[in-house]
């Protein structure tokens, strides 16, 4: 068995896998995927497809807001934003600086739509 810092880097590893790939969660449960990992990589401890998903996945995400922030701090963006007249939230939106995207969920009433990132 792996320490647990090996341990946590197989499973967020193993969860951007499974991200990029589109596989579905429940596969983390599924006996040949077991099998398959205990014969080839007896070491590593396959987490369950609801620590996969929630505890190493949220824990993956804030890492990724975090590094995200960093890196448009300071800079200016450009925002755009999309609708239904008569519905109380935006159904999409998205912030846009050199090199990187982001999508974000925001109230309806964006007020500005050029803004200084911070």
Request: hydrophobic share 40%; aromatic share 6%; proline share 7%.
């Amino acid at each position: 068995m792996w320490n647990p810092p090996k341990q946590q880097e197989f499973a967020e590893d193993l969860c951007k896998l499974f991200v990029a790939c589109n596989v579905a969660w429940n596969s983390a449960n599924n006996p040949e995927l077991l099998l398959f990992f205990s014969k080839y990589v007896p070491e590593a401890k396959i987490p369950d497809r609801r620590v996969l998903s929630g505890r190493v996945l949220d824990t993956l995400v804030l890492q990724i807001e975090k590094e995200m922030k960093s890196q448009v701090a300071g800079k200016l963006g450009m925002g755009q934003c999309d609708g239904w007249t008569r519905s109380p939230t935006v159904l999409g939106a998205s912030g846009n600086v050199p090199v990187i995207s982001q999508q974000l969920g925001h109230a309806r009433n964006l007020p500005i739509l050029l803004i200084q990132c911070h």
